[in-house]
């Protein structure tokens, strides 16, 4: 949870920044400066989701929108349990809870700086490309976590990262108006 709020003071923070370098600075100063911040940024971004872990065996899920599943209290992992459920041959109790939201904001929150400081950074380049930016940042990060056994490999952090890189773009053009 605190992991959530440093994440929206920083983010607010970087939103306040770059409004003000926006108004004081050429756009090529203004450019200069965002552009490095961009790596920055991807750095900050892969040791958070790799290296504040310990390696072990975790789950691959690919079920789109397991963490709202898990909310209404079911922990559906596989395709082959989500037919169970919706077949009504689902045998475990539903325990509600509104922990996977945390999970959910998380993964947003990490990605919007990605949107903000792409569109500070690249006026002129059309929302899909940052989308899909965005997407193949988060697949490289799912698979690294995959592969190095270091997290999760949820279809939900793709959806969730990309929804993020989305909200950082809105944002972006939010603040700058």
């Not at 789109?64 to 349990?81: K, N, T, V």
């Not at 940052?130 to 995959?146: N, P, R, V």
Request: proline content about 5%; glycine content about 6%; aromatic content about 14%.
């Amino acid at each position: 949870m605190i992991l959530l709020f440093v994440g929206l003071a920083l983010t607010a923070l970087m939103a306040y920044i770059i409004r003000q370098l926006h108004f004081y600075l050429s756009p090529e100063r203004f450019r200069q400066i965002v552009v490095p911040l961009i790596p920055t940024y991807l750095l900050i971004n892969w040791v958070f989701t790799l290296f504040t872990r310990t390696p072990g065996e975790y789950p691959i899920v690919l079920v789109p929108l397991h963490a709202y599943i898990q909310i209404l209290g079911w922990d559906i992992r596989s395709f082959a349990e989500l037919g169970q459920l919706l077949g009504g041959a689902w045998k475990a109790s539903a325990a509600p809870s509104l922990a996977p939201l945390i999970g959910v904001a998380q993964n947003i929150i990490l990605f919007l700086p990605f949107g903000f400081l792409l569109s500070a950074a690249y006026k002129h380049t059309s929302t899909e490309k940052f989308l899909a930016l965005g997407f193949m940042l988060s697949l490289f990060i799912e698979a690294c976590q995959l592969v190095l056994r270091l997290g999760w490999f949820e279809m939900d952090d793709l959806l969730h990262n990309v929804l993020g890189t989305y909200v950082g773009i809105r944002l972006y053009r939010r603040v700058i108006k």
